[in-house]
């Protein structure tokens, strides 16, 4: 199974002090200054819609949010473009570019340290029903891939994973771990020998 267009979804801790607007202003910074490896275009405003994507950076290859859905606040990076590679790579990529963009929230002085990532759990979905369907026999394939990647970003800790079973839904899964870990060290557990992120 070829797994494309990921998403990945960093939970965040004590999302009821979000302050949307200053998120807002920040992302038209990281447009203006085209902070990220993708070509960023708008900023959507969806914060009336309930248990929805709430604040949406627009870009070319992927989209970047602060979103609410299923009514869990979390930084989500919706990879759009394909890129060349293993599932891992891919899983890599995603996962990268997602803790890379909480990293910057977290750092940035106009939010007044109330944005930042639990540490603990993530959700990857793989928004491409055609390649993965949200099956039992899809579940089974991405088994060994997810525990591979989980042990990459996790290193040592203690995680779980729960997959996302309603067949409503895109395929999906729930990683968290048993301890909170820096997002710079989540990174540089993500750090490969020769990664390959190219974009097909």
Same mark, same amino acid.
């Given at each position: 199974?070829? @797994? +494309? ?6 939970? #965040?801790?004590?999302? +009821?002090?979000? *302050? ?11 447009? +203006?200054?085209? #902070? ?35 009514? &869990? ?11 060349? =590679? ?5 899983? %890599? $990529? ?10 910057? @929230?977290?750092?940035?002085? &106009? @939010? ?6 639990? =540490? ?22 991405? $088994?060994?891939? %997810? ?23 895109? !395929? =999906? ?14 990174? +540089?557990?993500?750090? $490969?020998? !020769?990664?390959?992120? *190219?974009? #097909?």
């Amino acid at each position: 199974m070829e @797994l +494309q267009h990921l998403n990945v979804k960093l939970l #965040l801790e004590n999302s +009821q002090d979000l *302050d949307l607007d200053a998120i807002v202003n920040v992302f038209h910074g990281w447009i +203006q200054e085209q #902070l990220c490896e993708e070509l960023l275009l708008d900023v959507a405003d969806y914060r009336h819609v309930h248990h929805g994507p709430g604040v949406v950076l627009i870009g070319h290859e992927a989209d970047y949010a602060i979103d609410n859905t299923d009514g &869990r606040w979390g930084i989500r990076y919706n990879r759009k473009a394909a890129v060349a =590679g293993s599932n891992q790579d891919r899983l %890599i $990529q995603t996962a990268r570019a997602g803790l890379l963009a909480a990293q910057r @929230l977290q750092q940035d002085t &106009r @939010l007044n340290g109330k944005c930042n990532f639990d =540490g603990r759990e993530i959700e990857l979905i793989v928004n491409d029903r055609l390649l993965a369907p949200n099956t039992p026999e899809a579940r089974q394939l991405l $088994q060994a891939e %997810i525990h591979s990647f989980a042990q990459t970003l996790f290193g040592t800790a203690e995680y779980s994973v729960t997959f996302q079973t309603d067949p409503r839904k895109l !395929s =999906g899964v729930r990683i968290q771990a048993e301890q909170r870990t820096a997002t710079d060290i989540l990174l +540089q557990n993500l750090i $490969q020998p !020769s990664p390959n992120y *190219d974009v #097909l």
